[in-house]
């Protein structure tokens, strides 16, 4: 079953920039976008299923050099 994911992603700051950069070059990331607060970045991750999202995130998001931890928080869309 599809999934979306919110990513937030706590980033070294002097790799800010290119952190940035390696996310947007991700098909599996429709958006990512700098914020303030506790974390530094939230990405928007679409995946087929939820296995291939956890592959996403621990084999391209967080090898990416400058990332140092990430929350996951899944979509969860109601159906009325």
Do not use: W
């Not at 391209?60 to 928080?73: A, E, H, P, Q, Y």
């Amino acid at each position: 079953m599809p999934t979306s994911s919110y990513v937030l992603i706590k980033v070294e700051p002097s790799k800010a920039h290119s952190v940035y950069n390696e996310l947007k070059k991700l098909s599996s990331v429709v958006q990512v976008d700098a914020v303030t607060g506790p974390h530094d970045m939230i990405a928007i991750v679409e995946s087929p299923d939820v296995s291939t999202l956890g592959t996403v995130i621990i084999n391209k998001i967080r090898t990416i050099d400058g990332v140092n931890d990430t929350l996951t928080c899944h979509i969860i869309k109601f159906g009325l």
